[in-house]
């Protein structure tokens, strides 16, 4: 979550991850902040393996959305990947090969 | 042995290889290298880049049998018979043959559709955890709840702990799985001496 900025400070800005977040207060969460949580998992993934494409979506809302619950529909994680990568879509591109790679290298889910 | 029975099916497909009527053979260069045969027997095969000839390559095949246009063989016919016609069995160049079922010979352990799947999302979870950054679903909506509840009712600030892998809301999260049977186990040692939240983003 802090590699995700969804920490707010009592200024309203988000906590980076560093020393200072250690010590900083905090005193709210970004909205969204579950999406924005998973999101950057997501993005992680795809920036340290290099070779997530379009075949994988099923093995992400595997990683990422396993509850272990026979009642939770395996279509519902998908469809859970699919509107987290929408919203990467700034973020990430897909190549001709269906791999998605990350935009800017500089990203959180890069930096990490 | 000749093939009793002439069930082929492309490995990647699942599905039969159509069989072509002889003097006709047509082969997609797309076609893959591997095909399944579900009973036991001998096979025999025309090279797809030799149409006009009438030279086979057969082979006894026992596991994995890979058969080579090198290895054309006259002996076998380049045809497959059943009761109403003569059929080709067009096929690329270079072929391997896998026995699906054909006792007494042992037959390759299959994988199941979903190993690879599987292993696929291991191998995400794997690097989630690298970095200390995996939780179970279940246990990080639990964590989200009531770290929403830490901030809303604690009365002293909330500051973030030093260790990513005891957040101060893992007990209240324990707490309110107890009810419904979930247990939420002792989180895993941090595997790295830095921990991702103290890395100064690069």
Known sequence: ML??????AQ????????LRAQATVVASLKEGYRDLTETFLLG??????????TRDHVALAHALFRQFDARVPLADLEDRVVLLLASLHDRISLREDGIYSLLDDRSPAAAL | MVLSSHEFFWIDR????TPLVE?????????????????GGD???RPSSNEKSNSTCSGNYSRTLPVKNSDTLASLPATTSRADCRQHLAAPRSLAVTVLSSPPMQTQPQRPPDAEKFSRSAQMV????????YTEKRVRDRLFVALELALAESPTPLILPASPATPPTTPAAKRSAT?????IGKSPPAPSATPCSLREPS
């Open chain 1, 3 to 8: 590699a995700a900025r969804t920490f707010l």
């Open chain 1, 11 to 18: 200024n309203g800005t988000a906590l980076e991850p560093g």
């Open chain 1, 44 to 53: 992680f993934l795809i920036g340290r393996l290099g070779d997530i494409g």
């Open chain 2, 14 to 17: 699942a599905v039969p290889i």
């Open chain 2, 23 to 39: 003097d006709s053979p047509t082969c997609s260069a797309a076609s893959p290298q591997l095909f399944w045969i579900r009973e």
């Open chain 2, 43 to 45: 096979v025999s095969l």
């Open chain 2, 126 to 133: 794997e690097r989630l955890r690298r970095d200390v950054l």
């Open chain 2, 179 to 183: 009810p419904s049977s979930f247990r």
